[in-house]
Structures are given as C-alpha cells and as structure tokens.
C-alpha cells in the first residue's frame, strides 16, 4: 500500500547533491538517460567510438566501450579538429575536501589520460581549493591547501605525460586567470546563476561567484604560459555528470566572450558499496573503497558491504542467475576489467545461475586490488619534487 | 497644488546612486543627519576635534573644522591607540572610471594625506578596476586598467608620502588578499549582501561578490608586504558616506575572522555645479570641475552653472542678503579656502546683502584656481617611474 508523500521522488544531481529517485518508497537507481535528456547532451553512438579508434590508432577505453563516459556535446567538433591538426585541450578538475581520493575520483583521471594518450595534447586540471573553502563550513582555508597537494600527488599517479600536463590549485594560479575570471562574472547574471545552480539566499557571496572560477579555464587564453598568445583552440572537457551545469552556461556564454566553446564528455557514477541508487561518498566509509585502501580492506569491503544481485538461496540462484545490473561487484569490474571477453563471459555465467555471487565478489576483490596496488605502487614515486613540476606557472 | 505621485521622494544613498529627496516637487537636497542616523554613525563632537589637535599637534583640518567630514564610528579607539603608540593604518580607495579626476575626487585624497601627515601612519589605497569594469557596460578591462594607471598619478599628487603609502590595482594585487577575500566571501551570504548592497536578479554574479574585494583591505593581514608577519592594527577609513555599506559590512565580519574592527571618518559629498541636492557627477561635465580644466575653464564655468544663492534682483538682494547653504560658490569656499576668519567674513557679508554673488563667484574662481593649480603642477611631476615605486609589492 502506498505511503502518503511516499508515491515518487525525483532524482537530485546537481554540483553538491547526487541521489537517485524512488517510487512507492522503492529506489530507482539514478536515470542517466534521464539526466542526458534534461542536460541537452547526445548519447555516444558506436559510430563515433569507430571514429575516435580510427583517428586516434587505438581501441577506445573501457570506460567508452562500456558506456560509462556515455554522453557528449560537440565531441565531432574536437574530432574534426583533430583530423586537421587544429589545436585543442583536456580539462578536469577535482574539489580537494580529503587527504586521500576514493576510487571513484580516479575514473575522470584514468579517462584523462587515455585521452592524453590517444590525441596527445595538453592537458589542465583545477584544484578547486578555494570552493571547498567556501562551501564547506568546517574545511580552513590551510586544510583545502594541503589537500590540493595531496590530491595532486594522486592524480599525478594515475601517469600524466609531465610534458604536457599542468596541474593548479585555484588559490595559487587564482591571479593568471583573474581576468577571464572577471569576463565570465560579468556576463552572468543572478537569475541565471540562481537557475542552473539552484543557489538560495543562505549561499555565501563566494559560492555565487564561483562558477566564474570553475568556468574561466574552459578557455585557452587563462593558460598564457602554455600558449602563449596562440589560440589553443577548445576544451575537451570529460566530467562526471553531475558538474554539467558550469560547463552549459561556459558553452551559453563563449561566443559572448570571443572564445572557442567547450565540448563535453560525461560519466556515469561509479556506485557506493551499498548499491547503484547512490555515488561513493567519502563521507560514508563503508560506501567506498579509498586509494589508500589496503588489499585486505579492500577484500573485506567488497565481501562485507558490496551489494549482491544474487537471489537469497543457492537453489534460487542456481535456477534463476544474478541480476548484473544491480550487483556491485560486477559494475566495478565493468569498470577496471580489461578483456571485452571475460567481462561477457562473467556476465553469461552469473545471470544463468552458474557463478555464485561469493565467486563474482572474488574475481572483483582481484580486479580492484590490481588497480589500486598498481596505483599505489606508482603514488609512492611521487614527491614533492614532482608536484612542483606539474604545478609550475611562473617563470 | 499637489500633483499626483510628487508627495515625497525619498532620498538614496548607495555606493552605486545619490540623489536628494524631494517634497512637493521641490528637492529638499541631501538629510545628512538623517544618512548618518540611518547608517547608524555619530557625529564628530568639538571635544574630539580638539583631542586630534592635542595628539597630533597640529590645527585639524578645514574638511574637519566645517564639518564636511562630519560623522564617525570608534574614531576614539584609533586615537587611543595613537596615544599608546599601537598601530594603525589608513585605508581609503577610488573606482576608476575615466582618465581624469573630478575635484569632488580629489577630497578624500586630501583628506587623508592630511590624516598621514598628522599621524605619521601607512596608507593603502584602493584602485576597484576589477569593480569598474564589471559594473559598467561599456568599460573594457583595458580601460580600467589604464583609468587605475593614470587614476594612481592623480593620487599621488595629492602629496602622499612615497615611502608609507601603497597604491593597488585590484586586478594586479588581487592575489595577494585573496585568502582575506575568500574569508569574506564565506562569511557574507546572499540575504545579507542583499539587504545592505541592494543587489537585485539582474546584477553580475561577480559584483554581488565585489564587496569581499572591498572589504579585504580593511584587515593588515591583506598586506604582507607592508606589514610582514606583524599585526598592523586596525583601519581607519576616511570616505564619502555612500561607501558605508561596505565599511558596515566589514565591521560586522571582523570579529568572526578574528581581526580588528576598522574605525570609519565619513564626509558629505561635494555638491555638483547645479546644486547642493547632487554630487559633482563626471558623467555631467557641466555638474563638475575637472583636475585637467584650464584656468579659463574654471572662470566659465563656475561663472555660468554655479547655483547661487543670491535674489533674484540687487534691490532684493541688498535688501534680503544671500543664502550661503545653498549657494555654490560658497560651498566650495567651505572646502577649499584655508582661513577660517576670511570665510566667516564672507559669509557674513554675504548674507547681509553686502557682497554680491558675482563677488563671490569670483572669490571662489580664485581660490578653485588655485587648489586646481597646485595639483595640476604637482601632477606634471608623476612619471610612470613614480607610479611604479607606489604600487610595487613584489621583491
């Protein structure tokens, strides 16, 4: 029977808040097509991946073939421009509010770098210290400093060309962009920012202003030490889709500006432990699995908290297969498992009944040790020597 | 008879508007004891101004003695201060908006370059380029920049010290206050900078945040370079009573951010050619005298638009005498003649109908011509070189 006020929820994604609806008080999970259909972004159709492996000379990423980055806008720009050796550039970013990333902060990072490989160009990637400041009651301006550190430490581990890559924390680098900054501050408005952003009057003046600040280095004249007073051209910028927002008014107001507009790529979450309604929360340990993780942790956490598409007996099981589609364990090695062939196979055997959820777990504790072993392995090469590198702007 | 609507017009006073009320159609000027009340600032009472002679040796200044700087808040806490020898600086700023200062402009600067002088304090001095540009439509950074530029030369031929003042542009010294910028900006939220600035839907996002950028230099620690590691003491800020907003604002905050709470000293403005119910407005040349008019200019136009305050015959005039508080060449007098008892003779004889307001139109031709004079010779001795050694905070 149904629960008075309990009939539907609406999904929330937005820039602070990302949860999935319910109906008749039961989750649904978070609607990507949903999310793609409101944002006004395009769905990634097979063609454009046989685009992207022809011109690049390389299988696309997992996360491609996968639909895990799953929508776009413009990406046939980028693509066009690639083919006439026209400039263009990556952009990401990371809010520093921990010491250490969590899984699911590298999957953009990971991406990143396949696309840094695949088209060698230059990539930026803000640290947005100074919003975490702002936005977060209990974060001091000294906490969000050093987490930008620690995060760059990270995101350099996940193997960026140094030659090409320049990492910045809004704090330090705020100045070489100021003017871009002011550009964009002045061209959008209150309600338009109170409309996209849903900001209330309780918002403090440096949340409203922030936007600025997350939009400037969609253009590549912010970065005057890497192009100097070349054109650039335009951002290819992959993102999770929940920032979609600052990149919809950077591509509304560009052509105001005088700037190239940026083209998006965007990503599903990866799941909480707990299950596919929600995104890990580093504010919930036991939803994720952290890079600092041991290979302990990470067994048991998978083992203890991973939710199970599997039914509740072994009779059951065996007769009617495992649900991939919520079991967690196998979303993950859709993530980090390499072979096309295995993953199906996996897929074929656990929704027959004939892998039990215990084995699944199993070959998932393996696959995430790997990458996060192999992460770690590489973090340990990282000094302060190296972030200084791949943080350095002034002459 | 009354028109429909024309009952009462009350008056507004805003960093961004002033204008006098008016009742019955008639402009009833600016009620600056009812803006002082309303901002909740008190009244510089004679006792004080006789403790600044004591402490600072010297006569206190015209601007004071006539009440032009008329209204305070915790003036007695800097003077305290100045007796123990703690210490305190002085803050005070301009929005460059043209090439070229107005006289009404110059007030302040003379104001406190007499502060200086008198206390033997720093001074920092606040060039909103970033401001101009994002509040006015047809200002470009480039002319704000430049407008700072040639705006600090003026400054500085109000004969500040070179080696206790600072002049900053805000787009080049932004970086240097922003961690106090970004502490601002997390304290001030929507509502509030709503309900004291005015903001409405309509405004850039980045001037509901520019109050942070006017607030950090109220706090020394935004001036390393000045001050190193020491703590430099509270503000004192002399300013024209529409930037109140700003100064409130500050004095609320300060406390939360563990800083001191700066001590304000507020004037009237200087009256526009037209009247004493407006200011002197540059986008009105007829309203106001520039410090680039020629002599011959000075003569003409105080000559033809100065509002006088004489009859409207000379056998009424002879009969009835002259208003000097709304006579215009009479208010200038008040600013700019140095003696104390010429003035008092000229209004009495003014008012008795002795002297004529051709008579004093010229009286104030002179001594105009002569303020303008001086400035315009010190100016011409500002190079870019001078500039350059008052603005400098890099090593």
Chains 1, 2 share one sequence.
């Not at 685009?51 to 996360?63: A, D, G, L, S, Y």
């Not at 980028?78 to 970013?93: A, N, Q, S, V």
Request: aromatic share 10%.
């Amino acid at each position: 029977m149904k629960q008075h006020g309990e009939e539907k929820k609406e999904q929330v994604i937005t820039p602070w808040e990302v949860t999935g609806g319910s109906e008749d008080g039961v989750k649904t999970g978070i609607d990507y097509k949903k999310v793609m259909d409101s944002f006004g972004c395009k769905e990634i159709p097979p063609e454009l991946l046989e685009r992207i492996e022809r011109q690049t000379n390389m299988k696309v990423h997992p996360f491609l073939r996968r639909g895990i980055f799953y929508c776009h806008r413009d990406l046939e720009n980028i693509l066009d421009r690639h083919e006439k050796k026209l400039p263009f550039f990556l952009y990401t970013g990371r809010g520093p509010s921990s010491d250490a990333l969590q899984l699911g902060h590298l999957v953009p990072f990971m991406f990143c770098k396949y696309l840094q490989d695949a088209f060698g160009c230059h990539v930026v990637i803000q640290l947005t210290d100074d919003e975490k400041f702002l936005v977060k009651k209990d974060i001091t301006l000294e906490d969000a400093k050093r987490y930008a550190v620690e995060n760059a430490k990270d995101i350099i581990a996940c193997g960026f060309d140094p030659q090409k890559t320049f990492i910045f924390s809004d704090i330090e680098y705020y100045s070489e962009m100021f003017e871009n900054i002011l550009r964009v501050q002045k061209t959008v408005l209150l309600n338009q920012a109170r409309a996209v952003f849903g900001f209330t009057s309780e918002d403090c003046i440096g949340k409203i202003s922030f936007p600025a600040t997350q939009i400037a280095p969609c253009f590549s004249s912010s970065f005057k030490h890497i192009f100097g007073d070349e054109d650039g051209g335009p951002a290819l910028i992959p993102y999770a889709i929940d920032q979609d927002p600052y990149f919809r008014v950077a591509r509304d107001i560009a052509h105001r500006l005088g700037f190239h507009k940026p083209s998006s790529i965007c990503s599903q979450f990866i799941p909480g432990l707990h299950g596919i309604e929600s995104k890990m929360s580093a504010s919930d340990p036991t939803s994720c699995i952290y890079t600092t993780d041991s290979q302990g942790e990470i067994a048991r956490k998978i083992t203890k908290y991973a939710f199970s598409g599997g039914r509740d007996t072994l009779a059951e099981h065996r007769r009617l297969g495992g649900n991939t589609s919520v079991d967690i364990a196998y979303q993950y090695l859709s993530y980090f498992l390499e072979s096309d062939a295995e993953l199906s196979s996996i897929q074929q055997q656990y929704t027959s009944g004939e892998m039990l959820s215990g084995e699944l777990k199993k070959r998932c504790i393996q696959e995430v040790q790997r990458v996060v072993g192999l992460f770690q392995e590489r973090r340990r090469g990282v000094t302060g020597e190296t972030v200084k590198q791949f943080m350095a702007f002034k002459k």
